[in-house]
């Protein structure tokens, strides 16, 4: 099931009521759009192909690789495909390793994404059994593309830096203070890591906006 906006709200009010700092950081920032992406083999290659460019970038590439090798890039054509082939479409070799060790897994039925295991843990060691896909990546495409509630993707910068600013911490979590911090908030902790992303993008703005000359 999707976060939905609904569901988000539902689960900061009750964050809210557990810890104070949610409710003053909602008054401040507000509720957050919900963010769903599809689930399936193209999400998660789509995430391999725009990892470190622009959004423009990415979609360039991905149209260049559709050109090469096929609409939707079948899983088995991916991974019978030339490196070179690949390669002339925009991606870096390291990526070609990467979305070839996607697609040879989906192909071969390693890694069926229509039945992810339902525990969280074991969902996140399945997909990073894959080449290129770590922790992070695991984690956003739970959360995002499966609706899992309960995703924390603590080792994120951004969400380390607004629950650090929103609980007053003296200085950064790192992933392992943030997972422990985070504890009480079961089974709310997707939508927690989706309201820190809300709002430091709030506060950038905000920031931005009081630098600007008058």
């Not at 569901?7 to 700092?21: F, G, M, Q, T």
């Not at 963010?35 to 995430?47: E, H, K, N, S, V």
């Not at 391999?48 to 979609?59: L, P, T």
């Not at 830096?161 to 992933?175: F, H, K, S, V």
């Amino acid at each position: 099931m999707a976060l939905s906006a609904e569901r988000i709200r539902l689960c900061l009010d009750a964050l809210a009521d557990i810890e104070p700092a949610f409710a003053r950081a909602l008054d401040r920032a507000g509720y957050p759009e919900p963010r769903i992406r599809a689930p399936g083999y193209q999400t998660m290659l789509r995430t391999i192909v725009g990892q470190q460019v622009s959004v423009a970038a990415a979609a360039s590439i991905w149209a260049k690789l559709e050109a090469a090798v096929g609409s939707g890039l079948d899983p088995a054509a991916v991974a019978a495909a030339p490196d070179e082939l690949l390669r002339t479409a925009g991606l870096s070799r390291q990526k070609v390793s990467y979305a070839k060790s996607l697609a040879e897994h989906v192909a071969s039925g390693t890694l069926d994404l229509d039945a992810l295991p339902a525990d969280d843990e074991e969902a996140i060691a399945a997909l990073t059994a894959v080449k290129g896909v770590g922790r992070w990546s695991a984690e956003i495409y739970l959360l995002f593309a499966e609706g899992r509630g309960d995703i924390w993707p603590a080792g994120d910068l951004a969400v380390q830096i607004e629950i650090g600013r929103m609980l007053d911490l003296p200085e950064r979590p790192t992933e392992r203070a943030l997972r422990t911090v985070a504890e009480p908030w079961r089974p709310h902790r997707g939508a927690a890591a989706i309201f820190a992303w809300h709002g430091y993008a709030h506060r950038s703005a905000a920031e931005k906006t009081n630098k600007m000359p008058l």
